[in-house]
Structures are given as structure tokens and as C-alpha cells.
């Protein structure tokens, strides 16, 4: 059974950076494209970045291009949302997400990724 566990988020002024982080727990080697979403309060979950099983693209969403970033060790299957320049309005609960032997629809699309992280919660205070 694949889980994906994800570290603890935290509260961070604006301005400043966290480094999330989802392990993916599996025992076969294979690498799958993962993705990271987010829900703040009242409002539905949305794309935040995603990364394919090669590694060799990634794509953001608009609201966060040139501050995140989606590194990936794939010898110790792990993946990182790198955050940067964080502002009150990327307060939300994180989560990361795999897509293992899916039709690919898009890396933006919830309804692409199979298994989901746990969600951490990340607090940006003005």
C-alpha cells in the first residue's frame, strides 16, 4: 500500500521561506509524477505545482512562478514544495499527491493523482 507522508508545516512571516516535504512509502523503485495542492479556508483546493516522473519538467501555477519550486531525491523517493517570498495569502493546508499508472489528464487536475498526502497545515502571518 503506497502512503504518502508529508512533514509538518509551520507558521512563517511573510516574507520568508519553508520546505515542504512528502515521502512516498513503496517498495518498488518506480517514480510517478507528484503534485502539491492547497485548500485555504472557505475555498476549494487548488494546483499549486507538480513535477513529472523524469523530472525534467515541471509546471507551476501563475500564482506562485519565480517564488516555488518542486525538487524531487528520487533515491530517497521524496519530494520538496520549496517556498519562497510566502504572503498571508498562501495560508492553507498543503498537500501532495501521486498520479501512479494514470491516464495523464493534467498535472493541474486533482482528478489526475491517485494518492494523496496527509495535508499540512502552513500559516503565513503578515
Known amino acids: 500500500q503506497v502512503q504518502l507522508v508529508q512533514s509538518a508545516g509551520g507558521l512563517v512571516q511573510a516574507g520568508g521561506s519553508l520546505r515542504l516535504s512528502c515521502v512516498v512509502s513503496?517498495?518498488?523503485?518506480?517514480?510517478?509524477?507528484m503534485g502539491w495542492f492547497r485548500q485555504a479556508p472557505g475555498k476549494e483546493r487548488s494546483f499549486v505545482a507538480a513535477?513529472?516522473?523524469?523530472?525534467?519538467?515541471?509546471e507551476y501555477a501563475d500564482s506562485v512562478k519565480g517564488r516555488f519550486t518542486i525538487p524531487r531525491d528520487t533515491a530517497r523517493k521524496t519530494g520538496y514544495l520549496q517556498m519562497n517570498s510566502l504572503n498571508p495569502e498562501n495560508t492553507a493546508v498543503y498537500y501532495c499527491?501521486?498520479?501512479?499508472?494514470?491516464?495523464?489528464?493534467?498535472?493541474?487536475?486533482?482528478?489526475?493523482?491517485?494518492?494523496w498526502g496527509q495535508g499540512t497545515q502552513v500559516t503565513v502571518s503578515s
Open positions: 513535477i513529472a516522473s523524469s523530472g525534467s519538467s515541471a
Open positions: 499527491a501521486e498520479a501512479v499508472g494514470a491516464y495523464f489528464i493534467s498535472y493541474a487536475e486533482a482528478g489526475y493523482y491517485t494518492n
Open positions: 513503496v517498495r518498488t523503485s518506480d517514480i510517478y509524477p
